[in-house]
Each structure stands twice: as C-alpha cells, then as structure tokens.
C-alpha cells in the first residue's frame, strides 16, 4: 500500500517556476515508478514525467522537454517536479501516481494516486 500528497501547486505567470512536491507513505516506496500526471477541464489525463523505481530511466511528455524535471529522493520517498518556463497551457490539475518498478505512459496502470495539486498559469 503507498499513499501520495502531493503538494507545491499555485497561481503563476508565464515565465515562472514551481516545484510539486510528492510525499509518499509505505515501505515499498523504493520498489515503485512515479509518474506526474495533469488533466485540465474538458481533457484526458497525461502523463508529463515519469521516473523508474532507481531513478535509471525517465520519460518527459515532448511539451515539457526541457522546461521539466522529475527526480526522487527515496531516502525520504519524496518526488518532486520541478517546473521552469510554465506556460498558460500548462494549467491543469498535477497528479502524483505510482506502480511498480518501471513506468508506463498510460494513466489507467498506475495502482495509486494523490489527490491532485492545481496549477494556474497566467499570462
């Protein structure tokens, strides 16, 4: 069993940065991928980053490649994603979800998700 919190969403302009926050609970924290996934209104689920149980293999959506960046720190089973350059598409509700051991790109396999942090991007 792991649970998510994800935290770090806000109200931002064109231009800024912010950084989410994932905290995960459980002891196999270690044994499972991460993904960041977003949904704006009226949109399927995406996923954005992703990161492997090690951390050895990671994936970016092509619309965040080089503005995003997925890391984990799984000494305090934190991940985070840090978020350069945000644009007003952007805009969306971030979720945290994880499975195990190595990623997938499809929302529908992740066993656990956070509740979601909302992201604003004026412009």
């Known amino acids: 069993q792991v649970q998510l919190v994800e935290s770090g969403g806000g109200l931002v302009q064109a231009g800024d940065s912010l950084r989410l926050s994932c905290a995960a609970s459980g002891r196999t924290f270690t044994t499972y991928a991460m993904g960041w996934f977003r949904q704006a209104p009226g949109k399927e689920r995406d996923l954005v980053a992703a990161?492997?149980?090690?951390?050895?293999?990671?994936y970016y959506a092509d619309s965040v490649k080089g503005r995003f960046t997925i890391s984990r720190d799984n000494a305090k089973n934190m991940v985070y994603l840090q978020m350069n350059s945000l644009k007003p598409e952007d805009t969306a509700v971030y979720y945290c979800a994880a499975r195990p051991w190595d990623y997938s790109t499809t929302w529908n396999s992740y066993e656990y998700w956070g509740q979601g942090t909302q992201v604003t991007v004026s412009s």
């Open positions: 990161i492997s149980w090690g951390g050895g293999r990671i």
